[in-house]
């Protein structure tokens, strides 16, 4: 244990673990969520993306601790998946395969940024009152996420005002199952989110990973046997519904066929070969820089956020090691993509096991080997409902946002662009847009009140770019 310094950043074997378990446990659903949005309708391919899902996070979170010694860790990042899925394969037409060739053509541009020290440049050029909103702003994502992505939870979509509390009066309509599992949910959410409140408050070690043990029993006793219609809900989520039981030998012979290198024996002929590459070579690169930008602010800013939070910024707010952690999500990316998904990235969920104890690359370690046991324990990982993980994304959020207290209201110029970054996370779903849209705004408002001197070179190049992309789409 002696690589990870557990002494030198006052933290304990024990207390490793337990966060690296915490953190699987909240980004566990990647392992089932990723292959439905790639896969579809085509069972075969799920099954290659969900082999491909396992191993690249056991890889990407691996590289992250033995390069770095940090407590991050990596998987297909949320919101990439669906631009993969949605954007680039179905909107824009491209195949699995050639899709999978333009992932690893951004995963080599970032080894290639990252190898010369563009990205760390990058990141010192954000400005550090922003650096401080970064991580309230994951803050108040990441509990959002709790709040809205529990399945039935208890903020719900509405035509009218788009967000809505769930109906609790449908309590008393006991004729409709959905009503009810969805008002279940919510209650599990809060009973879940005072248990883990109770427990931190108290000391008790694995607070969070308890309360997540709890919220799941809770679920699932609970839904079974307090009442008939609510149980037939529950039944139908139970994991023998939905997972598939087949051999792990099955489903490895599936992916070799179906995902693993598709990006060279089918994409470059599939990108390259049907003579229409010339013609869409301006659409091939904005989706190279899309992919690039959208990955390297989500890591940015989940590496700046969370080692905030820990306390692992040095005091010009730059994190020790960042070059690495960066080398190794630049890494997993092409890797991934030579396995058979999309981008892989640095998870916000991360958080979770920071908010434990997690200091060092052995509680990456410990969740990297998790995630290659998910393919062994695929059918078990159905028994943690979302409603059971949201109560810790919930209040890791609560734990994040108390960084908002650093920030400097004083100077409007630095308050106007800290508050853009924290609500756009939230509100437009995606850490990158938070960052673009604090850039935009500092970088307007210091040169319209002459602080020409706050400004930098790299921070107008960013703000072009990330212009540029929101323009052309």
């Keep these: 244990m002696s690589i990870f310094k557990l002494k030198e950043n006052k933290t304990r074997v024990v207390t490793e673990i337990l966060a690296g378990i915490t953190t699987f446990v909240t980004m566990a659903y990647i392992v089932v969520v990723n292959p439905q949005i790639i896969g579809g309708d085509n069972a075969e391919l799920r ?53 999978l060739l333009i992932v690893f053509i951004s995963g080599l541009l970032f080894i290639l940024i990252t190898a010369v020290g563009l990205r760390e440049v990058i990141i010192k050029a954000i400005p550090k009152n922003m650096k401080v909103a970064i991580s309230a702003g994951i803050g108040m994502f990441i509990a959002f996420i709790g709040l809205v992505n529990s399945g039935s939870g208890i903020v719900v979509n509405d035509d009218a005002t788009l967000l809505a509390l769930t109906d609790f009066s449908a309590i008393t309509n006991t004729g409709d199952p959905a009503a009810m599992h969805s008002i279940f949910c919510a209650v599990v959410i809060v009973l879940g989110l005072i248990i883990i409140g109770m427990l931190h408050r108290f000391k008790v070690p694995g607070a969070i990973l308890i309360g997540i043990a709890l919220s799941a029993c809770a679920y699932w006793f609970g839904g079974l046997y307090l009442n008939d219609t609510l149980a037939e809900v529950v039944r139908g989520n139970l994991p023998g519904n939905n997972i598939d039981w087949s051999s792990i030998g099955t489903q490895f012979g599936v992916w070799a066929r179906v995902g693993l290198a598709k990006c060279f024996t089918e994409g470059i ?80 969920e991360s958080s979770a096991g920071v908010s434990v ?35 810790a994304l919930i209040f890791v959020g609560i734990l994040m946002i108390t960084s908002v207290k650093d920030i400097d209201f004083d100077d409007i110029t630095e308050a106007i662009p800290a508050f853009v970054t924290i609500t756009f996370m939230p509100f437009t779903y995606s850490i990158a847009n938070g960052i673009a849209f604090g850039l935009i705004t500092h970088l307007l408002l210091k040169a319209f009140t002459l602080k020409f001197k706050d400004i930098s070179i790299v921070e107008i190049i960013l703000v072009a770019l990330f212009i540029l992309k929101f323009v052309m789409g």
């Design 47 to 99: 099954t290659a993306v969900f082999v491909a899902t396992c191993l690249s996070a056991f890889l990407g979170t691996l590289l992250t601790a033995l390069l770095a010694n940090l407590p991050f860790a990596q998987a297909s990042g949320m919101g990439l998946n669906a631009f993969f899925a949605y954007t680039v394969m179905g909107a824009n037409g491209y195949s699995y395969a050639s899709a």
């Design 269 to 348: 002929s599939d990108l390259f070969g049907d003579g229409t590459f010339v013609q869409n070579l301006f659409t091939i690169v904005m989706v190279i820089v899309s992919f690039s930008m959208v990955d390297m602010f989500d890591t940015v800013g989940t590496l700046i956020g969370t080692a905030q939070k820990a306390k692992m910024l040095d005091e010009n707010g730059n994190m020790p090691r960042m070059k690495s952690a960066l080398m190794a999500d630049s890494i997993a990316t092409s890797v991934g993509a030579v396995l058979g998904t999309s981008t892989v990235t640095t998870f916000v």
């Design 357 to 391: 104890g997690g200091r060092t690359g052995l509680t990456s370690l410990v969740t990297s080997i998790f995630f290659l046991l998910a393919l062994f324990l695929s059918p078990f990982l159905g028994y943690i409902p979302c409603c059971a993980t949201a109560p």
